[in-house]
């Protein structure tokens, strides 16, 4: 058997806080702002979940890489974290579908990864002291040096980030023969929110985040759909005007994440960034409509504020966070438009909320009745 040393690396957090590890081999440094998930399984499509770009991960499940990656096993073209930080990192795997190993696929995106890290530590740091700005260090930088260059570092609060992920030209996904057409604004969005759509009788076009209500009324959709995405949503005024049009052209209207979150800012309903935020794949959520739980997939960093939702006159809450009452879900009195917070398209995740794409669904049906009759 062969040993080896690999070099020692460090996380250094905003706040002077360090962590030491050790590298897995790929040198260099990387910014972000530091967030955990909790999930237990999907590292893959976490990795590659636009909704995480401009940020490093903190992994809680203590092993990560082994059971290696698959093509298969993602929601966009590349990886989308800054970093990783994990505790054990596996260089070998054992399923029998994985075409590689981890460290290969982290090589190859130059992926800067710190293991070997007491994240049970870490992650009890982050909820004491909320989320903030980071850099992953295995050059041997020094930490003077680190801490100028952190500064530097832009907070997400105010940080708008979809333009980075969304698509520069529209895309067709799933059958051009279905029965129904949704033009979906790409803010980060996930593939498997598409495959989600076109199982279910949808042909969409994806269009990118800077479209005009022109440019999307052109396919003349049944629906519209809002897709996820990274940053803040609040410097997104380009998106939240054309979600206003969107809303007013009285045809069913769905969004997810960040579209959830411009869909309140359209409404009047102010933005918020968390303390730590929802990250994983085992988060609570109640259903006020049906009085069921769920279990659902998260990632978000900013929510919708509960309190001026309340108040509003024409917007309702439909799902809440059972661990902290956060807004999870809601939905237009006037109009045929409601939103989660959450990621019903699972991947990674449970399947409890899915059922969204199939009220979306029977939304866009009940319009072209009306519209015959």
Do not use: W
């Amino acid at each position: 058997m062969k040993y080896t040393t690999r070099p020692q690396a460090l996380l250094l957090l905003a706040d002077g806080t360090i962590f030491y590890g050790k590298s897995i081999g790929i040198s260099g440094k990387t910014f972000g702002e530091v967030c955990f998930n909790t999930g237990m399984t999907g590292y893959q499509e976490i990795f590659t979940d636009p909704s995480y770009f401009g940020q490093i991960m903190v992994a809680t499940n203590p092993h990560i890489g082994n059971y290696g990656v698959n093509a298969e096993e993602v929601e966009s073209e590349k990886i989308m974290i800054s970093g990783l930080v994990c505790k054990n990192f596996s260089f070998n795997h054992s399923r029998p579908d994985s075409e590689s190993n981890l460290y290969d696929y982290f090589e190859k995106q130059n992926l800067i990864c710190i293991s070997d890290v007491d994240t049970r530590a870490l992650v009890s740091y982050i909820r004491d002291n909320g989320a903030q700005n980071a850099v992953i260090c295995t050059d041997g930088t020094s930490i003077e040096e680190l801490k100028q260059l952190l500064a530097n570092v832009p907070d997400m609060k105010g940080l708008e980030l979809a333009s980075k992920v969304s698509v520069t030209e529209p895309y067709f996904f799933g059958d051009e023969n279905a029965t129904y057409k949704i033009s979906a604004l790409d803010l980060g969005i996930k593939r498997n929110i598409l495959r989600n759509l076109a199982k279910r009788d949808c042909y969409v076009k994806v269009f990118p985040y800077n479209a005009t209500f022109d440019e999307l009324q052109s396919f003349n959709p049944d629906g519209y759909f809002l897709s996820n995405g990274p940053g803040d949503p609040e410097p997104l005024e380009g998106v939240i005007n054309l979600s206003k049009q969107i809303i007013n052209s009285n045809k069913p209207v769905f969004g997810i994440c960040l579209g959830h979150q411009i869909i309140g800012l359209a409404n009047g309903i102010s933005t918020y960034k968390m303390f730590n935020g929802h990250r994983g794949i085992n988060h609570p959520i109640m259903n006020v409509l049906s009085g069921k739980g769920e279990i659902t997939s998260q990632n978000h960093g900013f929510a919708v504020n509960r309190e001026e939702l309340e108040n509003h006159a024409d917007v309702e809450i439909t799902h809440y966070h059972l661990n902290d009452n956060t807004v999870a879900g809601m939905r237009m009195k006037s109009k045929s438009c409601f939103s989660v917070q959450y990621h019903p398209e699972a991947s990674p995740g449970p399947h409890d909320s899915s059922y969204l794409f199939d009220e979306f669904v029977a939304n866009i049906k009940e319009a072209k009745s009306l519209q015959t009759v």
